[in-house]
């Protein structure tokens, strides 16, 4: 109980003020791409046009990950926080006041994009600054919940916005929502508690490259380096492409995009109840074995299945089981990445999975191209999706997880 007197009850606003903005910065990365050709015809452009206004978030992430990092560890989150939600609320509006114009939307979206990693890297270090470690995969899981509520708020609101109103009225409803969500966190957001949460006392390293070192010689932070390129890669494939995978089947696009939608809501659910549990129990590795087991079968049933309503199914475990999984993976990266700070850890983390998901959706579609067939291309991810297991097999839990379950 002493413990507990030491955890304040603001944590909680943290997080309710955190979670929009996040979802603010991932419903405008992908504002345009239910409608892509409804963007396609206002704009008069090229449906390659119409995706790089997505892909410019892996571009900038790439490109910003790294000082974003350094801005978490060396002046704290806040300060990275308001930089992302100053340039999503305020280029989110010049995309959504000068939306006629397909330049003026593709200069707001990059500079957008830009905040994008100032907001997911703070991840784990809002978790370390507010919660005790017992709650920490909990708030990863909530945090990286807001990433997923982010996809699923466009896929809902645009094609009816679009549809009724025209794309200026879809780009401007985003832009009132990233402006309200962006003053909401920086009005509420606090860098740490008076008292400090129970959790590591350890000294931590600032960024440098003398920690960016160590992190890459540290063998249990490299190992799930591996784990994360090649599933955020294969998982960042299929959401993107969902509807290139499943027609071959005949299955229709609209079809297509209730089995897209079901998989993210799905794993909502399982990035909340996932960490939960693993907080509960103490135990993060067998959740990743468990699920990276699961999604070899669930891989198969994506590319071979041809029923809606089983495919439906199929695609709502594995997104419960990747989407769940993944704060986990975070939070374990966090605690074996320790005494390098969890802006660099998560940081390092995100960024790769980012180039995994470009570097992916390039060969996927360039196999499929070569081959006329989805089924060789998603074959080979799920090899890579098997050959995860004995990596993971051979991965232990963390000594700060072992520590806290020796005080308990």
């Known amino acids: ?12 606003v943290i997080l309710v003020t955190t979670v929009p903005v996040i979802v603010a910065t991932e419903m405008m990365w992908l504002s345009l791409s239910p409608i892509s050709s409804l963007a396609e015809k206002f704009y008069g452009v090229s449906s390659a046009a119409i995706a790089m206004v997505a892909t410019s978030y892996m571009i900038m992430f790439i490109i910003f990950s790294i000082p974003a990092s350094y801005v ?10 308001v930089i992302g939600a100053a340039l999503t609320g305020v280029f989110g509006l010049t995309r959504g006041i000068f939306a006629d114009s397909f330049t003026m939307v593709m200069i707001s979206q990059f500079l957008i994009a830009a905040g994008q990693p100032f907001l997911l890297n703070i991840t784990t270090k809002v978790a370390a600054n507010w919660f005790p470690h017992e709650e920490r995969a909990t708030a990863d899981g909530i945090l990286t919940m807001a990433q997923y509520l982010g996809f699923a708020v466009p896929m809902i609101l645009a094609p009816s916005i679009a549809a009724d109103s025209g794309v200026p009225s879809a780009l401007m409803t985003f832009a009132v929502i990233g402006v309200i ?8 957001s606090k860098e740490k508690p008076a008292v400090p949460p129970p959790g590591p006392a350890y000294e931590q390293e600032d960024f440098s490259a003398a920690t960016l070192k160590r992190l890459f010689s540290n063998k249990p932070y490299m190992m799930l380096m591996f784990i994360c390129f090649i599933s955020l890669g294969v998982f960042n494939t299929i959401l993107t492409l969902i509807e290139s995978i499943l027609l071959p089947r005949g299955i229709t696009s609209a079809q297509a995009g209730v089995i897209g939608a079901v998989f993210v809501v799905a794993g909502i659910i399982g990035a909340v109840i996932l960490p939960i549990i693993s907080d509960k129990i103490g135990r993060r590795m067998p959740f990743g074995l468990a699920a990276m087991s699961l999604l070899v079968i669930l891989y198969l049933g994506l590319t071979f299945i041809p029923s809606f309503p089983i495919l439906a199914a199929d695609a709502a475990l594995a997104g419960f089981s990747i989407m769940g ?22 940081g390092m983390i995100l960024m790769f999975g980012q180039v995994s998901g470009a570097l992916f959706v390039i060969i996927f579609e360039a196999i499929q191209a070569g081959t006329g067939s989805i089924s060789i291309p998603m074959i080979i991810f799920i090899v890579l999706t098997a050959v995860q297991l004995p990596v993971l097999a051979r991965m232990k839990e963390s000594k700060m997880l072992l520590e806290k379950r020796k005080e308990q």
């Not at 969500?181 to 509420?188: D, G, S, T, Y």
């Not at 999984?325 to 998560?346: C, D, K, L, R």
């Open 1 to 12: 109980m002493k413990k507990r007197e030491n955890v304040s009850r603001y944590r909680w």
């Open 72 to 81: 978490i560890d060396r002046f704290g989150y806040r300060v990275s926080l």
């Open 181 to 188: 969500c962006a003053a909401v966190a920086i009005i509420f």
């Open 325 to 346: 999984v993944a704060p986990i993976f975070f939070q374990h990266g966090s605690e074996v990445a320790y005494p390098v700070q969890e802006g660099t850890s998560m």
